[in-house]
């Protein structure tokens, strides 16, 4: 049997910034996944776009902020060449939307001005989704193609991956497919979203957002290649049957039948009508369409940190069915079991800064903020629980 120092599961930009931030402390870093390469779930589907939150101030919204720094600054020195730091123009949907910018003005975290019809933040940028993932992970052994169906935790609180590799300390990073842990408060919510790349006579200086984003165009073949995107799934069709399948491998590689198919061209004609109500593209040509379901939680707050265990936790506190308040670090935990999960659309700007946080509590034994972990998920969880048991 095989043993590492860490294992992580999944290799998206979650698994990989985690195998980045790992690699500093570590050689002995395995990273696992089920497709043939790393970054072809959602995170290989993501238009990979880096921009503020707008809103009112509070704990998300700083939560945003302060990642969005830390990323950029990381893509900007170690990768310049994979990251287009071109500024992202906001454009408000309608006069409601419009309002709200102007109520948010006070409460803005990075500079902005007024441009054509809409608000230019220079700090926005997207960075190349595939490229990144590969070079924060290539420091790490990969086993691709390869499906971690069991986990079983051992003596010393070490794990076992499909009796085969063996952790000392073990990372679930797998987003939307949360079928490896059993714990009934951990709820992951998947958000399909699509994106299309296509060539255009018409050519973007800077990317715009509004119902979906558009990319900064780069000349390709005499003509300029933009991607458009989109994290929801507008379309409520009945997708049963068909590619939009957490347990496929490869989702973008596979053969997809007239139902899924179907559907795609529907989404990839309604990105292109909502592109062009934020800017008008010419000679389109679509040459390349990439699907994948985000993860997302009940709450849109990160899971981060280790599992409690529900069982352990009630069985030291019972009267905590009852309601009963107990301090986080009093709940029992899955030993050297951690998540780092739910960054939904913003993938790209959360994950480097959440796997820093992250892998600076394990080695280092620095705080997270309760926020962020999976405590509140299992807090509240257990408070809906009591309150069903009230009104029976």
Same mark, same amino acid.
């Given at each position: 049997?095989?043993?590492?120092?860490?294992?992580?599961?999944?290799?998206?930009?979650?698994?990989?910034?985690?195998?980045?931030?790992?690699?500093?402390?570590?050689?002995?870093?395995?990273?696992?996944?089920?497709?043939?390469?790393?970054?072809?779930?959602?995170?290989?589907?993501?238009g990979?776009?880096?921009?503020?939150?707008l809103?009112?101030?509070?704990s998300?919204?700083?939560?945003?902020?302060?990642?969005?720094?830390?990323?950029?600054n990381?893509?900007?020195k170690?990768?310049?060449?994979?990251?287009?730091?071109?500024?992202?123009?906001?454009?408000?949907?309608?006069?409601?939307?419009?309002?709200?910018?102007?109520?948010?003005?006070?409460?803005?975290?990075?500079?902005f001005?007024?441009?054509?019809?809409?608000?230019?933040?220079?700090?926005?940028?997207?960075?190349?989704?595939?490229?990144?993932?590969?070079?924060?992970?290539?420091?790490?052994?990969k086993?691709?193609?390869?499906?971690?169906?069991?986990?079983?935790?051992?003596?010393?609180?070490?794990?076992?991956?499909?009796?085969?590799?063996?952790?000392?300390?073990?990372f679930?990073?797998?987003?939307?497919?949360i079928s490896l842990?059993?714990?009934?408060?951990?709820?992951?919510?998947?958000?399909?979203?699509?994106?299309?790349?296509?060539?255009?006579s018409?050519?973007?200086?800077?990317?715009?957002?509004?119902?979906?984003s558009?990319?900064?165009?780069?000349?390709?073949?005499?003509?300029?290649?933009?991607?458009?995107?989109?994290?929801?799934?507008?379309? *409520?069709? =009945?997708?049963t049957? /068909?590619?939009?399948? @957490?347990?496929l491998?490869? #989702?973008?590689?596979? &053969?997809?039948?007239? $139902?899924?198919?179907?559907?795609?061209?529907?989404?990839?004609?309604?990105?292109l009508?909502?592109a062009?109500?934020?800017k008008?593209l010419?000679?389109?040509?679509?040459?390349?369409?990439?699907?994948?379901?985000?993860?997302?939680?009940?709450?849109y707050?990160p899971?981060?940190?280790?599992?409690?265990?529900?069982?352990?936790?009630?069985?030291?506190?019972?009267?905590?069915?009852?309601?009963s308040?107990i301090?986080?670090?009093?709940?029992?935990?899955?030993?050297?079991?951690?998540?780092?999960?739910?960054v939904?659309?913003?993938?790209?700007?959360l994950?480097?800064?959440?796997?820093?946080?992250?892998?600076?509590?394990?080695?280092?034994?620095? *705080?997270? =903020?309760?926020?962020? /972990?999976?405590?509140? @998920?299992?807090?509240?969880? #257990?408070?809906?629980? &009591?309150?069903?048991? $009230?009104?029976?």
């Amino acid at each position: 049997m095989k043993k590492y120092d860490y294992i992580i599961i999944g290799a998206g930009i979650a698994g990989c910034s985690l195998a980045y931030s790992l690699s500093k402390y570590s050689k002995s870093v395995l990273i696992i996944d089920k497709n043939s390469d790393i970054a072809f779930g959602a995170s290989g589907a993501a238009g990979a776009f880096l921009s503020p939150l707008l809103g009112v101030d509070n704990s998300f919204k700083t939560l945003v902020a302060r990642a969005l720094e830390f990323s950029s600054n990381i893509y900007k020195k170690e990768f310049p060449d994979l990251i287009d730091s071109c500024g992202t123009l906001r454009i408000p949907k309608d006069k409601n939307d419009e309002d709200k910018f102007q109520n948010y003005i006070p409460f803005m975290d990075f500079s902005f001005e007024a441009r054509e019809n809409g608000y230019f933040f220079p700090i926005g940028s997207s960075v190349k989704s595939y490229e990144i993932c590969k070079e924060l992970s290539k420091n790490v052994e990969k086993l691709l193609s390869y499906e971690a169906t069991k986990i079983e935790q051992i003596k010393d609180d070490k794990w076992i991956i499909n009796s085969e590799f063996e952790a000392s300390k073990l990372f679930l990073a797998t987003g939307a497919n949360i079928s490896l842990i059993e714990e009934d408060y951990f709820k992951i919510r998947a958000v399909w979203g699509q994106k299309i790349d296509i060539l255009s006579s018409s050519q973007t200086f800077h990317n715009y957002h509004k119902e979906c984003s558009i990319s900064n165009s780069k000349e390709f073949k005499n003509r300029f290649k933009i991607s458009i995107g989109a994290t929801h799934d507008r379309e *409520e069709l =009945d997708k049963t049957d /068909t590619s939009f399948d @957490l347990s496929l491998k490869d #989702i973008n590689l596979i &053969n997809h039948n007239e $139902k899924t198919k179907n559907i795609i061209d529907k989404n990839s004609q309604k990105l292109l009508k909502l592109a062009s109500d934020i800017k008008t593209l010419e000679d389109i040509e679509i040459i390349d369409i990439k699907i994948g379901a985000r993860a997302s939680s009940v709450d849109y707050f990160p899971m981060l940190a280790e599992l409690i265990d529900v069982e352990k936790s009630v069985e030291k506190y019972p009267h905590i069915k009852n309601g009963s308040f107990i301090k986080d670090e009093n709940l029992e935990t899955i030993k050297n079991l951690y998540t780092l999960n739910g960054v939904g659309g913003r993938g790209f700007v959360l994950s480097l800064y959440l796997a820093d946080i992250l892998v600076e509590y394990v080695i280092n034994g620095k *705080e997270i =903020d309760s926020s962020l /972990t999976n405590h509140r @998920l299992f807090k509240r969880w #257990i408070k809906r629980l &009591n309150n069903k048991g $009230k009104n029976r």
